[in-house]
């Protein structure tokens, strides 16, 4: 049976206490940015690091006592698995979660910190599920669906009640889809209330299956790609979270890596906040330009998980800096006698640009034994000013070849 409004207020009074009220603060700087209101859900404030923590609780509240001490397992790409070992440890219930390969470290070994019981298994959430689903069989636990259970969906909702409270003025709300289940427990919160409300559903490009749901009329399988949004990489979206949200979300966007990794680095520069990719997807739709007819209304973005492994937090940073402009890589051809790097250099200098690195090449730098081939990597102010330097290089003579971002 399909949760309702009446189940997403229950759930509420039941986590009470045990689920952080997160803030929703304004931002100033965000919202000059983008051009609407922004109001900012910092769910990654949650004690495990994201919004996961409310549908585990509830769910782990609902269970009959023997089910209790026998146990729960799930399979997760991490943040459902720390919602389910933290408030395991808290309520004493066993908790054994399948985790993706490709899980970031971080969010293995916070499981284990926690006491749950850990395995590693295949390369996607589909591979993992089986793995639970045979351990589920195997040995009498209660496999809780980390997004499709009626229980997660209801509690995933209180996110949705605390958002008409903190901003009740709000225009659309703009939330994460990678399973469905946040964005249907919002939509019963937010559509019983507020009918007038735009709610809009965001997707990384590599892991879309809502989107191939929608396009089919029902839930099916898709091949997701690498994503910097691992927690939305999901083969495909739940039943119960796709029948409750496609009556309700207004407008479905995707995004790419790049915007993805250009919202994150916003959001550390501009919030003081370190959001991991999944939970980066509002601002990132909100930085691509597709929300523009938003513009001078009140908009909430639900920045709801904050699990990014620390490993890669300075390649995703750079990936965002390359988006932005403020790195800039580039091949240029300069004369290989004595002083021709000298002058190079004082002429990137002239430009305001830094040069972080400079690499050679003659090997390969054609039939011209007087001249040489330099990869130059320099750091700019923006993207004007990344464009302004090779127009400099250029009009001095220097033959300079761009290198686009992968």
Request: charged share 20%; net charge negative.
């Amino acid at each position: 049976m399909l949760p309702t409004y009446e189940d997403v207020v229950a759930a509420r009074g039941r986590i009470a206490g045990g689920v952080y009220y997160s803030p929703c603060p304004q931002s100033l700087h965000l919202s000059e940015l983008c051009g609407f209101t922004i109001y900012c859900k910092q769910d990654y404030l949650q004690s495990t690091g994201s919004f996961k923590e409310r549908g585990a609780r509830n769910a782990l509240l609902l269970l009959e006592e023997s089910k209790r001490k026998r146990g729960v397992v799930a399979a997760s790409a991490g943040n459902h698995a720390l919602g389910l070992a933290y408030h395991g440890r808290l309520l004493d219930i066993p908790v054994s979660v399948v985790m993706p390969e490709f899980a970031p470290l971080i969010k293995v070994s916070t499981c284990q910190r926690f006491g749950a019981r850990v395995i590693l298994h295949g390369h996607c959430f589909g591979d993992a599920k089986q793995r639970a689903d045979e351990m589920a069989a195997a040995e009498g636990l209660t496999y809780i669906h980390g997004y499709d259970d009626p229980a997660i969906i209801a509690g995933q909702g209180t996110m949705g009640l605390e958002i008409l409270e903190q901003v009740p003025k709000a225009d659309a709300v703009v939330i994460p889809i990678g399973g469905g289940g946040l964005i249907a427990g919002v939509a019963l919160a937010i559509k019983e209330q507020r009918p007038s409300i735009e709610l809009i559903g965001v997707e990384p490009e590599g892991a879309a299956c809502y989107s191939a749901a929608l396009a089919a009329g029902h839930p099916v399988d898709i091949t997701c790609r690498a994503t910097l949004a691992d927690g939305l990489a999901v083969t495909r979206a739940g039943e119960n979270a796709f029948a409750i949200a496609r009556r309700h979300v207004d407008r479905v966007v995707r995004v790419n890596e790049d915007q993805i990794a250009l919202a994150i680095l916003r959001l550390v520069e501009m919030e003081k906040g370190v959001v991991e990719g999944a939970g980066a997807t509002p601002l990132a739709a909100a930085l691509s330009g597709q929300l523009d007819h938003l513009k001078g209304k009140t908009v909430v973005l639900a920045l709801c998980g904050g699990n990014i492994d620390p490993a890669i937090l300075s390649r995703v940073i750079e990936k965002g800096l390359v988006a932005d402009g403020r790195i800039g890589k580039f091949t240029a051809v300069i004369s290989d006698r004595p002083g021709g790097l000298a002058r190079f250099a004082a002429l990137v200098a002239s430009t305001g640009a830094s040069i972080k690195e400079v690499l050679h090449d003659r090997a390969f730098s054609g039939p011209d034994v007087s001249a040489v081939q330099v990869l130059c990597i320099i750091e700019t102010r923006d993207r004007a000013h990344l464009t302004e330097v090779y127009r400099r290089l250029r009009a001095d003579g220097v033959e300079v070849v761009e290198h686009e971002s992968e």
